[in-house]
Each structure stands twice: as structure tokens, then as C-alpha cells.
């Protein structure tokens, strides 16, 4: 039997409320809380399985070690869980907002997303965030409401609100700028519901203030940015591409500015990676893929984690962290570290002749399926023709199609594409 997280007394009845109500379960049924319940739902949703072939930064299947989207969301799940019961949160909420983060990306990451997003104008944009919404209310089958119709896993309100990284609507959101972790361009402007999708937003955002977001929601993102900015540098390393003893400097500041921070002065750029070089296992020459080096390495790794969720514990001690009571606080320092740390990413593995060319490929496969799909909407899987047959404009079909588009992984895009179009 399980027992009640103590964490379980914040959170009232409206915070566990689901849009479909359910049933009591079997009396010989495991006694789980409602959001371990919704833990388990993502865990096994068929979404989930498909990040294990998505791309992270480097593509899935270049090599065993580096990291796809499913083993980041597992990393970053792992840091997720450990912050929210440091900050005293909720751990489940925060660890299925990260197992969930991610769940909307398209073939390709942000990549993909960007073709996507460029197809999509006509039936209100795509983002992965957005997608991440309408998998968990939509498309991956669980629960029926009274008409027939999909409620996707159907979560708590306070699950779905923890998982919405952009709680506002395409009309609302701001213009892009910046990169993303993966290197590419942030041309796709940032928000978290399809306009069709209102209506179970508008339940899940009942009585919540304007655009906040809930403080587990802050804390999927962190962990987000903590794992990547520092996974990335572990993968880059492994992959003979970073030489953390031998950076250059000039180059790497450059890239820091252009990408992240572009006030920061090469002074507290210097000082920033002075206090990055003493943390214990920053090497001092260049990684020769014996067993001691990637236990050093896993060693740094693990230290700067928890470098990042000590700062911002500390510097988050007040008020209650539960929903929208809270606020987390990341230091500056800590801030410009994840900076520094991305900015050698992005230098040594984003920026790679090899890397930008193959992007330009990967969208242009997918503009070619999309097109192929909206002229013949019979290859499509069948719940996508029921809802293509279901769908009543023009709008309504290219919905579908990038549905469909965006549920597939990188070798599967490519498979499609190969077989549809020869």
C-alpha cells in the first residue's frame, strides 16, 4: 500500500479535480494518490515511448552514450524531483510536469518544430509546448467523455497546470528571440494552448491570475535549463567535439553574448568561468575516454547539478510553494554559469558546419511530408483519419496532418518520407 506524500495537505479538491470524472478504482487496486496516478499516466503514455528516438541535440541514433529526449526528460524528471522536495513542493506534480516537458516535440526538436510552425499558420501556428497541451487532453488515448470524445490521460488541473510552461494563447504571446538549448534559432514564437484547446485551458486555468505560472511549473523549467546546460557539455565532451581544458576564450565569450547574455563584460564572463574551473572535476586535459576520465566527468556533471539546486534553494526560501504562491528566485551567478556553460555548448556543438546542414535537410523533409499527407489522407494512422474525416475546413485537415507529423519520431519522418515520396 502506499502512503499519502505529506506534501498532499496543500492541495484541495479543485487541485485534483479531473475534466472527466472517474470512478472509484477496485478495492484490491494499489492505493495511489491522484497525482501518482498521473505520474503513471505519462510514464506509460505511448508519447513517452516515443522520445527514446527524438532528438536531443545530436541525433539519436549517431551514438549509444549521448543523450535522446527520452533519457533527458528521465535527467531531467531526477532534478525536477529532488528541488521540488528541497524547496518543499510537490515532488510528483514537479516530476510529471518534467517526464511531460517534452512530450510535444516533433520530429527533429526545435528544428522540426520550426517547419512545423512555418506549415501551421492557417490552422493557429505549432508549438511544442502548445502540442504537449493537446497530447495530454487529446490525442494520447486514455479517457472518453459522455459524447465519445478523447480527454487525452485526463490529469488533475493541478498536474496539466504544472506541465504548461506558456499558460497564454498564440494572441498573447510575445515575439521570439533569442536560441534554443539545441542551438536553433528561437523563431517560433513561445506559447502553451491551440486556440481549439481553450476550452479544457480555460477549466485547468479556472481561478488562477493572468499569465503566472505555478511554482511547479518554474521548477520543470529550471530543471530543464539546469540539466541541459550542463548535459550538453558532458555529451560534447564524449563526443570529442569539447575540450573543457583548452577553450577558446575569445570565441566562447562571443558566443555567450550572441546566444544568452549580451551585456555581460569579458571581466564577469572571466570570473564566472573562474568559478566554474574549481568546481572538483573540472579537467585540466583533454578527455581520453578511459574509465577514470568519464567517472571525472560524471563527477562534474553531478557537482554542477547540484551546485544550481543549491543556489536557488537558497535563494527561494519564502513564501509557500504550492501552485501560485511562490516564486523561484535563481541567483545571478547561477544564471551566468548555465550561461557560460551553454555558450561552450553552442560554440563547440550547435554552430557545426555538419550539424546546421543536416537542419536545413530535416526541414525540408518535413514540409515535403505535410504536403504529402494534407494530398493523401489515407496513409495517415487511424485515429488521425477519423480525425481528418471529423475535421470541417481546410484549417481543421492541416491540423490533422501536423498532428500526425508531429507524433512521429526522427527515423519514422524519414521512413515516411521515403516511402511516400519515391
Known amino acids: 500500500m502506499a502512503f499519502a506524500d505529506p506534501h498532499d495537505a496543500d492541495y484541495d479538491v479543485h487541485d485534483r479535480e479531473r475534466l472527466v470524472p472517474e470512478p472509484p478504482k477496485r478495492v484490491d487496486a494499489p492505493v495511489r494518490t491522484a497525482f501518482e496516478r498521473d505520474r503513471a499516466r505519462v510514464v506509460h503514455a505511448a508519447a513517452s515511448r516515443r522520445l527514446a528516438a527524438k532528438t536531443q541535440v545530436v541525433g539519436p541514433q549517431s551514438d549509444d552514450f549521448v543523450r535522446n529526449r527520452l533519457t533527458h526528460s528521465l535527467e531531467v524528471a531526477q532534478v525536477a524531483r529532488d528541488l521540488a522536495r528541497a524547496l518543499g513542493c510537490h515532488p510528483d506534480l514537479a516530476e510529471t510536469a518534467a517526464l511531460a516537458h517534452d512530450l510535444g516535440h516533433p520530429p527533429f526538436g526545435h528544428n522540426g518544430e520550426r517547419a512545423l510552425a512555418a506549415l501551421a499558420g492557417e490552422c493557429g501556428g505549432f508549438e511544442g509546448n502548445a502540442q504537449t497541451l493537446r497530447i495530454l487532453t487529446r490525442l494520447e488515448a486514455k479517457t472518453v467523455d459522455a459524447e465519445g470524445r478523447s480527454a487525452g490521460l485526463n490529469l488533475t488541473r493541478a498536474t496539466l497546470d504544472a506541465c504548461t510552461k506558456y499558460p497564454w494563447p498564440l494572441a498573447e504571446a510575445t515575439p521570439p528571440s533569442g536560441v534554443h538549448a539545441d542551438g536553433s534559432p528561437r523563431v517560433v514564437v513561445k506559447f502553451g494552448v491551440y486556440d481549439d484547446d481553450l476550452p479544457v485551458f480555460r477549466w485547468m486555468r479556472d481561478a488562477t491570475p493572468g499569465r503566472r505560472r505555478c511554482v511547479e511549473a ?24 569539447i575540450d573543457l581544458s583548452r577553450l577558446d576564450r575569445e570565441a566562447v565569450w562571443a558566443t555567450v553574448r550572441d546566444w544568452y547574455v549580451p551585456d555581460a563584460g569579458d571581466s564577469v564572463l572571466d570570473a564566472t568561468l573562474g568559478r566554474l574551473r574549481v568546481v572538483e572535476g573540472w579537467p585540466t586535459d583533454r578527455y581520453d575516454g578511459t574509465r577514470a576520465a568519464l567517472a571525472a566527468l560524471k563527477n562534474l556533471t553531478s557537482d554542477l547539478i547540484g551546485r544550481f539546486c543549491g543556489a536557488v534553494v537558497v535563494g527561494s526560501r519564502s513564501g509557500t510553494p504550492v501552485r501560485h504562491a511562490a516564486d523561484l528566485v535563481v541567483p545571478p551567478e547561477a544564471e551566468l554559469e548555465m550561461a557560460v556553460l551553454k555558450g561552450i555548448a553552442a560554440l563547440y556543438v550547435m554552430q557545426a558546419d555538419d550539424r546546421v546542414a543536416a537542419m536545413g535537410r530535416q526541414r525540408e523533409l518535413l514540409t515535403e511530408l505535410v504536403a504529402v499527407l494534407l494530398d493523401r489522407p489515407r496513409e495517415l494512422e487511424r485515429p488521425f483519419r477519423d480525425d481528418w474525416e471529423a475535421a470541417v475546413d481546410d484549417a481543421a485537415r492541416t491540423r490533422v496532418v501536423v498532428d500526425q507529423v508531429a507524433s512521429l519520431t526522427d527515423a519514422s519522418a524519414v521512413a515516411w518520407h521515403r516511402r511516400l515520396t519515391r
Open 218 to 241: 518554474q521548477v520543470m523549467d529550471l530543471a530543464d535549463d539546469i540539466a541541459y546546460s550542463v548535459h550538453d557539455i558532458e555529451d560534447g565532451v564524449v563526443a570529442g567535439r
